[in-house]
């Protein structure tokens, strides 16, 4: 018996963990703005990623912040070919702000994911910032 639940303690924590964060999936091909994907900044941690999938190639990228206010230090792009891009933002952000656009060193490479790094800023209300990413092609 402790075996078995142990088993599933195991597979439901690995479970969460490898469906904690849903990826960006990007469908089109069109020039402009596209959306890639999203995250819940957490108080608890000071970086997240999203994992870009589909039509992943981009000139520049760009984050956009509702819901609360947040300091984004920096961002690092994840080419499949295994290349890293470091983007210094430094930016403080307020609910509604985003960052400058940010060209993309090898725009004809598919993206693997984008990380950065916060701290989210405290707000009497306990908010939590919601930060979108996208990507012009």
Known sequence: MKKVFGFILVFA????????????IVTSSKPGWHKIGEVKADFKKENESIVVM???QFKSIKLKVTDAPINIDKVIVYYESGATQELAVANQLQAGGE????????ANEDLKKVAFTYKTLPNYRGEKAHVELYGLK
């Open 13 to 24: 924590v690995l479970s969460n963990v490898a469906f904690a964060q849903d990826p960006g």
């Open 54 to 56: 589909g039509a992943d």
């Open 99 to 106: 960052t400058k656009s940010f060209d993309l060193k090898n």
